[in-house]
């Protein structure tokens, strides 16, 4: 077969190449080659940008007040008025300790106070007794002088003996020791009556007495134990009736779940240019759709480290710095439409330009 003189003769519109896709692929490279760098630029510039504004950490979290109630009497529980995550307020009952052992111990001060006053009434008699021993006391030294003297003039005339003289004598001298007896009693009645400057008025056992009686009814009171603040029920499956409740061992918490704040624990290195009210941006793991707006409250006073039970100890050859974190509280501004859960993952964005003047 000849060869076609003419070699456009025969060829279709398909297999004639086409320079314009080839120049697009061209253009395409030329823009992605120039696009890769700016690109980076631009990212490079918002990261710079980003970075000295704001300062963010994902290591938040939520927290709340968290009350711990023991009972301050042991004894049966005899009654439980909560249930676990149980909304309560201040003041409500939580459980109650069976209150007879505490209402016999009322009665029993109530008996001392009553033994303290006829004690008391007693020592007055005695006193009034020890009065009237005194005047007696006198009359006898009185008799008993004037007898000696009488004997005395006797034997000096001759008309007695010198055993009755000495016998008057010994009779004085008994007056005068029952005088003294006398005395000594009523200074010891005196005393018991007296008062002291702690307690004017009223007889220290008679105080005594009263307050051990106050101490009863203040323990008795203590068998109801109550919320002492409003929150919310937690760890309630320590309170199980006919369980013997020892005094001071926690047995149920309450979470204030009204009032929450984030503690933040940002880098040691972010701290730079964090102040006391700055803005914040919250953001919640549990509630992707939920954002809150918080500020600055306070920044920690050391690190995480300092206040472990253990802290670390980097005084060896091995050495390696560890960049540190250090808790910031973040107050939340906004309420809530969800509810907040001390211990929830949170992340914190603080607007570093934000607070200045």
Do not use: C
């Not at 003419?6 to 297999?15: F, R």
């Not at 505490?102 to 009665?107: D, I, P, S, T």
């Not at 008996?111 to 009034?128: C, F, G, K, R």
């Not at 007296?194 to 101490?215: K, M, Y």
Request: cysteine-free; glycine content about 6%.
């Amino acid at each position: 077969m000849a060869d076609n003189p003419n070699p456009d003769i025969g060829l279709t519109e398909e297999s004639v190449p086409l320079a314009e896709p080839s120049r697009a692929r061209k253009i395409g490279r030329w823009v992605l080659m120039l696009s890769v760098p700016l690109i980076l630029l631009g990212f490079g510039v918002y990261y710079w940008i980003y970075s000295d504004r704001y300062a963010s950490t994902d290591n938040a979290y939520v927290q709340q007040d968290i009350v711990s109630v023991s009972a301050e009497v042991g004894g049966k529980i005899i009654e439980v008025a909560v249930s676990e995550n149980q909304k309560v307020k201040a003041g409500d009952l939580l459980f109650a300790i069976d209150p007879m052992p505490f209402e016999l111990a009322v009665a029993q001060s109530k008996a001392q106070i009553a033994s303290a006053q006829v004690q008391v009434q007693n020592l007055e008699t005695d006193y009034a007794v020890s009065g009237v021993d005194i005047e007696v006391a006198r009359q006898d030294i009185a008799f008993a002088q004037s007898n000696y003297q009488r004997q005395a003039a006797l034997m000096e005339k001759g008309f007695t003996t010198r055993a009755r003289l000495d016998a008057a004598q010994n009779e004085v001298d008994k007056a005068r020791a029952k005088l003294k007896s006398a005395l000594a009693d009523v200074q010891t009645a005196k005393s018991r009556l007296s008062t002291g400057s702690a307690v004017p008025g009223e007889n220290p056992a008679i105080a005594n007495a009263r307050a051990a009686h106050e101490q009863n009814i203040l323990n008795l009171s203590r068998t109801q134990v109550v919320a002492p603040i409003s929150g919310r029920i937690s760890q309630s499956s320590r309170l199980q009736l006919g369980q013997m409740m020892v005094s001071g061992l926690p047995s149920v918490s309450i979470v204030d779940d009204e009032n929450s704040w984030i503690e933040a624990n940002f880098k040691e290195t972010d701290l730079a240019k964090m102040k006391v009210g700055q803005s914040a941006k919250i953001s919640f793991d549990a509630y992707p759709d939920l954002e809150l707006n918080g500020r600055v409250d306070s920044i920690g006073a050391g690190t995480g480290s300092e206040f472990s039970v253990l802290p670390a100890q980097n005084a060896n050859g091995n050495w390696v710095k560890v960049t540190q974190r250090v808790p910031v509280r973040i107050r939340i501004l906004d309420k809530s439409p969800r509810r907040m859960i001390a211990g929830l993952s949170a992340e914190v964005i603080v607007d570093l330009r934000s607070g200045q003047q």
